[in-house]
């Protein structure tokens, strides 16, 4: 079989960037593709860790990264009734970069995309979306999976509603399609149950590339491995028939900016009370704030307004009564529906996925990023050999998830027990201000968990 590509990488987030950079280092001939024309999007968390830092470092980027505007966050400090408490110190991790980066996920990506484009291996198509995944089986037979295995054949459901793989590119509206596609702004084709090849992945079917739509069409990009990096709401999982095996986080989160001072310390600050959790974060001229409510308990906050959610803001922090008023619009805040869960089996003959595509961070310790980029160089270590000598097997794809299954089994556990310890009784408490749980203060914690989430449950380093 003739491939386009030696490896085919749908989703330009952390994970997919990464992995492209890695894989055209190597001289692997990657393509890429990302559903938007550019990376400003939604607001997605702006923290590049130390171990990210690190690996910008053994590429020679770190100090061109550190050239562009970003703040850096050392320490974790809670604000208690008794004062503040440090929580974490940055500053006393074994690392080169012993704080966290701040910088817009966008500019983040940005550079990564240049250097991404020096790389003559390297093919990134900007504002293409993958649509299906092209598979053949050992009986000789191929198609294109545009609809998951458990979907019904016509009409409802996102996977037939946006699917549509190959069919009538342009065509006119129709009562039963097509659907306006989100990100191009017209609308996606029709599902085809009539097309020969299109529906479902068969069980034995060996993945073999992508259908994907730009601006100008309908196209095939076939290759021998597929990296699915296509994040929380993955399409590629839900063609490959992996379902996400979800926990349910009590939480979500509202996240929005506030002005900040030049004097205004550098720290990170944590708050806990009156039924809320606030994280504050230094972007530079600006605070992150990340304001924790209950799950599912957004309507209820607009509903009361956005003159009561500002008093309960300066309720909570008091030092912000002088500018809370910045806040005029809901369309300041960004919601985030928390989920976190993870698959069983992260790969199937043909296709691997890593990130959020394989296992949904919730936002406890920040670390969805780093982790997507951790996946990114186990995935660029285990492959590189295997694609150079042309012998890419099942049993490579498995090595992936192996090493990576571990630490996100372990991140996950924390995860959870930050949730369920002290998320859980922040949201119901309705005093002032509430004491870490003692465990928390324990210096071996205190060193071991900003270890865990800065770095990783153990290190990542490239290879060659
Ligand atoms: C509101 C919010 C705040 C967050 N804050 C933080 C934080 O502070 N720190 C942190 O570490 N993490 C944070 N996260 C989590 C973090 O964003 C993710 O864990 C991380 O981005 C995962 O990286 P990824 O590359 O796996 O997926 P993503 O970053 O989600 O990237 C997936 C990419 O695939 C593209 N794509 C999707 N479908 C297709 C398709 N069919 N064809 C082509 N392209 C496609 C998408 O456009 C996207 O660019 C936050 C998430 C949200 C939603």
Redesign the pocket.
Known sequence: MRFDSHCCI???????MVLALLLGRAGIQTTI????EDFER??????VHPSTMELMDALGLADRLLELPHAKIHRLMLDTPGGPIEMADLERLPTKFPYVTMMP?ARFLDFLAGEIRKMPSVRLVMG????GLLWDDPWGLSGIADRAPDAPQQGAGAGAAQAGAGAQAGGAARPDGPTPHPTLGRPAPAHRPDQPGHGPLPDDAIVRGVH?RTRDGQHDLRAPLTIG????F??LRRLAGFELESSAPPMD?L?FRLPRHPHEPDDARGKIGKGHLMVILNRGDEWQIAYVIAKGGYKEIHDAGLPAFRQSITELAPEFTDRVDTLTDWHQT?L?SVEAGRIRRWFRPGLLL????AHV?S?VG???????VQDAIVAANVLTGPFREGRLRLRDLAAVQRQREIPTRIIQGFQRLVQNQIVTRALASDGMMMQPPPVMRLPILRDLVPRMLALGVWPVHLKS
């Open positions: 749908v989703g330009g987030g952390p994970a997919g593709f990302e559903e938007h939604d607001f997605r968390g702006d923290t996920q293409a979306a993958v649509q994907y990096a296509d994040g929380r993955s399409r989160v996240w960004a985030l890593i990130g959020d595509a961070m936002p920040g670390v969805g990023i780093n982790y997507a």
